[in-house]
């Protein structure tokens, strides 16, 4: 190995591990105990409206709607709109509201241009509630500690909170969602993270997380609800940075595992939801495109490559240049992997899936850049059975 062969990757192994310190100050900032959600047993209290837009989700309804209808918290209603399903959704949600009175069923009617889905099913169900606070969750969720809804209207309540997003706990379950799941996340990250700027009102950056927000009614109101978003795919960013600008008061918080949720469950499922707003939500642009790209290389791919490359030039030309290589890029990829064992262990992650975050950043950095060429090329997002051309749509297709 040349002088200038080790400079150049001495060079890269530093910049691996200023992105890992980077990395890992996020997430400790974001790991404050401040920002953490705190279920509560309260049982009674204002009207909380839970509005549950379904399509085609036979699979998921039930159990989300037992984890809601086991709440400590009683004071709801619970809406759910069948988004033109063309499975058992319907049936499941009209069986759920003739055992609980609490549940009623609603019919979202026919798509009309101009509006996604999921935010003309939201409109619909919020335009029929009654409750002084909106809470919206997708059919992936689950409630698993039976004060979430307690802890959200004490919390929003005390705070005086207009709009409350909880980032529910990730479970993986599936051999790709645990091998591939974690990478996607860190990519993702950059669309929530550091919670403290999102939670701090004097700075501009804004998130929430649309499987899980909790309005004000007034205030959702005031802002105009989803009409107001109503060709937007990623309405959830899209709303928290709504609520900032008009000087309302966020909060976003993590779920741990109080709140969960499986989004997909196989490679096809996530390669077509995650590549629909991986771009649009973490990056947005170009240049935050390729920072992230950048940063995620060097953190995650870099140390490996740079292993493999010094042991290929020690085995054509040994030399101690290339040996002291090797052993610095090594101890650079161990603590690399020891990190985030930390990190998946909190995450409640298999630990043993670790070793391959690397295939799941090779993956991770591809479908972002997959995801921002069909945005920056077409637009066009394909999602639930509807196509949205320019990916604001106009008339969604149906597939």
């Given at each position: 190995?040349?002088?200038?062969?080790?400079?150049?990757?001495?060079?890269i192994?530093?910049?691996?591990?200023?992105?890992g310190?980077?990395?890992?100050?996020?997430?400790?900032?974001?790991?404050?105990?401040?920002?953490?959600?705190?279920?509560?047993?309260?049982?009674?209290g204002?009207?909380?409206?839970?509005?549950?837009?379904?399509?085609?989700?036979?699979?998921?309804?039930?159990?989300?709607?037992?984890?809601?209808?086991?709440?400590?918290?009683?004071?709801?209603?619970?809406?759910?709109?069948?988004?033109?399903?063309t499975?058992?959704?319907?049936?499941?949600?009209?069986?759920?509201a003739?055992?609980?009175d609490?549940?009623?069923?609603?019919?979202?009617?026919?798509?009309?241009?101009?509006?996604?889905?999921?935010?003309?099913?939201?409109?619909?169900?919020?335009?029929?509630?009654?409750?002084?606070?909106?809470?919206?969750?997708?059919?992936?969720?689950?409630?698993?500690?039976?004060?979430?809804?307690?802890?959200?209207?004490?919390?929003?309540?005390?705070?005086?909170?207009?709009?409350?997003?909880?980032?529910?706990?990730?479970?993986?379950?599936?051999?790709?969602?645990?091998?591939?799941?974690?990478?996607?996340?860190?990519?993702?990250?950059?669309?929530?993270?550091?919670?403290?700027?999102?939670?701090?009102?004097?700075?501009?950056?804004?998130?929430?997380?649309?499987?899980?927000?909790?309005?004000?009614?007034?205030?959702?109101?005031?802002?105009?609800?989803?009409?107001?978003?109503k060709?937007?795919?990623?309405?959830?960013?899209?709303?928290?940075?709504?609520?900032?600008?008009?000087?309302?008061?966020?909060?976003?918080?993590?779920?741990?595992?109080?709140?969960?949720?499986?989004?997909?469950?196989?490679?096809?499922?996530?390669?077509?939801?995650?590549?629909?707003?991986?771009?649009?939500?973490?990056?947005?642009?170009?240049?935050?495109?390729?920072?992230?790209?950048?940063?995620?290389?060097?953190?995650?791919?870099?140390?490996?490559?740079?292993?493999?490359?010094?042991?290929?030039?020690?085995?054509?030309?040994?030399?101690?240049?290339?040996?002291?290589?090797?052993?610095?890029?090594?101890?650079?990829?161990?603590?690399?992997?020891?990190?985030?064992?930390?990190?998946?262990?909190?995450?409640?992650?298999?630990?043993?899936?670790?070793?391959?975050?690397?295939?799941?950043?090779?993956?991770?950095?591809?479908?972002?850049?997959?995801?921002?060429?069909?945005?920056?090329?077409?637009g066009?997002?394909?999602?639930?059975?509807?196509t949205?051309?320019?990916?604001?749509?106009?008339?969604?297709?149906?597939?």
């Open positions: 190995m040349t002088t200038g062969e080790f400079a150049v990757l001495a060079l192994l530093a910049g691996s591990m200023a992105c310190i980077k990395l890992k100050r996020m997430w400790i900032r974001s790991s404050n105990k401040s920002f953490r959600f705190a279920p509560q047993p309260l049982e009674e204002p009207l909380v409206s839970v509005v549950i837009p379904a399509r085609n989700e036979e699979g998921n309804l039930g159990a989300l709607l037992a984890t809601v209808l086991r709440q400590t918290y009683r004071t709801i209603e619970v809406l759910i709109v069948d988004d033109e399903s499975d058992a959704t319907s049936q499941i949600a009209g069986d759920f003739e055992r609980d609490r549940v009623r069923l609603l019919q979202a009617g026919e798509l009309p241009a101009g509006w996604t889905g999921k935010n003309h099913a939201c409109s619909r169900g919020a335009s029929a509630a009654a409750g002084e606070y909106l809470l919206f969750l997708d059919c992936d969720v689950r409630l698993a500690d039976q004060g979430a809804i307690g802890g959200m209207v004490d919390y929003a309540v005390r705070e005086q909170v207009d709009l409350y997003s909880v980032i529910p706990r990730q479970h993986l379950s599936a051999f790709a969602e645990r091998l591939l799941g974690p990478a996607v996340y860190s990519v993702m990250g950059f669309a929530f993270l550091p919670l403290d700027r999102v939670n701090n009102p004097q700075s501009p950056k804004a998130a929430a997380v649309g499987q899980c927000m909790f309005f004000r009614r007034s205030a959702y109101d005031q802002l105009g609800g989803h009409e107001r978003l060709d937007h795919i990623v309405e959830d960013i899209d709303f928290a940075r709504l609520v900032k600008s008009e000087g309302k008061v966020l909060a976003l918080h993590y779920g741990a595992g109080d709140i969960t949720v499986r989004m997909y469950t196989g490679l096809a499922e996530m390669w077509e939801g995650w590549g629909k707003n991986l771009y649009r939500a973490a990056a947005g642009g170009p240049m935050r495109l390729l920072h992230i790209e950048l940063l995620l290389f060097l953190a995650y791919l870099a140390p490996l490559l740079t292993v493999v490359y010094s042991a290929v030039r020690i085995a054509s030309e040994p030399n101690p240049a290339g040996w002291v290589m090797l052993a610095l890029a090594g101890a650079v990829l161990v603590r690399g992997h020891l990190l985030r064992m930390r990190k998946y262990k909190a995450m409640g992650w298999p630990v043993r899936y670790e070793p391959g975050h690397e295939i799941g950043a090779v993956f991770a950095l591809f479908l972002l850049v997959v995801s921002a060429f069909k945005d920056r090329r077409s066009a997002v394909s999602w639930k059975g509807r949205y051309a320019g990916g604001v749509p106009g008339e969604a297709v149906e597939q």
